[in-house]
C-alpha cells in the first residue's frame, strides 16, 4: 500500500466520525456550509443529510461528487438549487485549485441531481437521452415543487437540459479509468460511475444508506437486477446517492433487503385486495429501523407502486349491458 | 398538464360566496355549539352548511379517516374511512374536503355493507379531509384528518387523461371479491370513467352519480353517490355483508352525469389457494 491509499483510509476513517461536526447550512444566509470529504485520490464528496428536503436544510439531502485530474474535473451531480451548484462550484474550484471541470454528469431525472446545473457550463452537462428527455418533460413541474419545499433557497433556479447524451462506456481521464455505467431501476435511466484507478464507486440513487430508498419512478425488478451489477464490480468504497459513504457493499444490500420486502409486501396485499390506505398501516420490520424516514416513504412507495399491483388482481365484470 | 389543476384552481374564485356562508350560519348550525373543529379549518362552518345542510354534528374520533400523510399525485389521493360500530349503524357516510372548490367526494350509504370504504380523489392543496357518518338520531358524527397536498420533491402531478381511449368502454368494469373469514367479503370494482370536474375550462362536468350494488335477488348491498372529485378510473374498496358470502353473483348499477349506464354482472371471483 502507497502513501497515498494509505492516506485515503485515513481519511474515510475521520469521515465516519466528522459528518456530526459539518455545519449544518444556514438559512438566513443561504449559505448550504459544503465541504468535501476525500474519499480517495483526488476524489470527494459533498455528503447531504438523510433528512427529507425542507426549509432548514436546503435540500442537502442528497451527495455529489467530483474527481480531480491532470485534465480536468469530473463531476456527478448537481445537488438541489442554483445556489447549491454555485457554492458546489466554487468548492470545487478551491479544492482543485481552479482545474477546469471537463464533463458534468446528472446521474438520472430527479431535482436534487441536476438543479444546480445552471452554475456550470452549458457543454460540459452531460445525461443518458432517457434522463434527458425526463428533465426536458418534468423538469419546469421539479422546480415548482422543490420551490414549495425549499422556499428561499431556490432563488432564481430553473431546470437546464443537458445537451450532450451520454452512453455506456469506458474512458481514461487523466490518469482514471471510468466506467460509465447505464443501468435502470431508480429511474427509468440511472447512471452510476465506477473509477477502477481509485476503486470508487458513484452509485447515485441506485444505493441508498441508511436513508429508505425513494420510488417515484421505480422498477423494482431492474433495480436489483443493477445492484447485482454493482456488486460484481472490485470497488472499495462505495457513494450512495443518500446516506453516508461505506467501504464495503453494506449499503447495497440494505437498499436490495428494503426493496425485496417492499415488493413482496405490497404483492401480498394486492392478493389480499387491500385498500391503498390499509397497506400504509403494515407492519414495517424492526431490521429497518435503522433507516431514515421509513415510514413516510413507505407511503410514498404504497402510492407510487400499489395501485397498479392492485389494479393487476382484478378481472373484468362478466357481462356489460348497455 | 392542463388537468393538473382541474379540481381547485378555481379556490379563489369561490372564497366569496363561501365568507358569505360563514357569517350566515355561524352560531345555528350545530348542536354541539362549544365543540371546536378540531383541525381547526377556517371553512369548516362553510362546508357543514354546504355539504351537511348545517345538520347537528359531534366530532367523533369512532370516525377514523386515514389517508397520505404527504399529497404526492394530487390527481389520486387514497383515502380510507372506517367507522367503529361503537357509533350504531350508520345510514350514510359523506365523505368531504373543505378546501376543495366542489367539496363534497362521495356519499355512502353502507345498507347492509360495513362502515368503511377506501377511494382516491382529486386535491390541489393542503385540506382537512372528513367524513361524516349519520347515525339513526339523526346526528353527523364527523372524524378527518389534513392532508398535506405540498407534493414530493421528485415527483410532479400526473397529466390527467387527454386521450379519448375511455371513449369506447365508458363505465366497464373490472373487479375482484375476497371473502373475508368474518363473513364479510371484500369488494375492489373499478369503472372507467374520466370523472371530469368541469372546473378545467372547455372540459364540462362529467362523472358518475350513482352505483348500486346489488345481490342476484335484487337486494341492494350498498349505495354510492360519487361527486365531481373522485379520481378518474375511480376504484372502489367496499366490505359488504351478503346472505351468501361467495356465493352468489352481483350486479353494479347506475349511471353518469350524462345519462350513460352502468350495468355489470359480477360473479365470485376465483379464490387463490381455495382460500
Ligand atoms: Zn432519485
Known sequence: MNWRAAWAGLALLAMTVGRAHAEPP??????????????????????????????????????????????????????????????????????????????????????????????????????????????????????????????????????????????????????????YLTLAGHSDSDVALFDETTGVLYAADLVFHDRTPTTPHADIAPWLAALEALEALKFKVVVPGHGPVAQDAGPLHQTADWLRWLDGTLRQAARQGLSEAEVFRL???????????????????????????????LQPSATKVE | MGEKNVCCNSLSRSLPGWAVAVSVVWGVASAHAGQADPLASVMWDSVHQEVLAGQPVVFDPAVRVITAARVENTMQVPIEVEVDDSVGPVSEIVVFADHNPIPRILTYRPLSARPRIGLSFKVQEATPIRAAARTADGVWH??????????????????????????SHLNEATYHRWPRADGSERLQVSLIHPMDTGLAPGIPAFYLTRLVLRDQDGTPLAELLPAEPVAENPLFALDLRPAQPGKTVWRLEGGDSDGNLVAASLPPSPQEGGQ
Open chain 2, 142 to 167: 364527523v372524524g378527518g384528518q389534513w392532508a398535506d397536498a405540498a407534493g414530493g420533491g421528485c415527483t410532479t402531478p400526473s397529466a390527467g387523461q387527454r386521450s379519448r381511449a375511455w371513449e
Open chain 1, 283 to 313: 407492519p414495517i420490520p424492526e431490521r429497518f429501523a435503522a433507516l431514515s424516514l421509513t415510514r413516510a416513504e413507505f407511503e410514498r412507495s404504497v402510492v407510487h407502486l400499489y395501485p397498479a399491483l392492485l389494479r393487476g388482481q
Open chain 1, 26 to 179: 444556514d438559512p438566513v444566509r443561504r449559505d448550504y456550509h459544503l465541504t468535501a470529504r476525500q474519499i480517495a485520490d483526488g476524489s470527494y464528496v459533498v455528503e447531504g443529510s438523510t433528512e427529507d428536503f425542507s426549509r432548514n436544510n436546503g435540500g442537502l439531502m442528497v451527495n455529489s461528487a467530483f474527481i480531480v485530474t491532470d485534465e480536468g474535473v469530473i463531476v456527478l451531480d448537481t445537488g438541489p438549487s442554483r445556489l447549491f451548484g454555485e457554492q458546489f462550484h466554487a468548492l470545487i474550484d478551491r479544492t482543485s485549485g481552479g482545474k477546469p471541470i471537463v464533463q458534468v454528469i446528472n446521474s438520472h431525472l430527479h431535482p436534487d441531481h441536476f438543479l444546480g446545473n445552471q452554475a456550470f457550463a452549458p457543454e460540459t452537462l452531460t445525461a443518458t437521452a432517457e434522463t434527458i428527455a425526463g428533465i426536458s418533460a418534468a423538469g419546469e413541474d421539479f422546480t415548482t415543487n422543490m420551490y414549495r419545499l425549499l422556499g428561499n433557497w431556490m432563488l432564481d433556479t430553473e431546470p437546464v437540459v443537458p445537451k450532450t447524451v451520454l452512453q455506456a462506456h469506458t474512458a481514461v481521464v487523466g490518469g482514471h479509468r471510468l466506467h
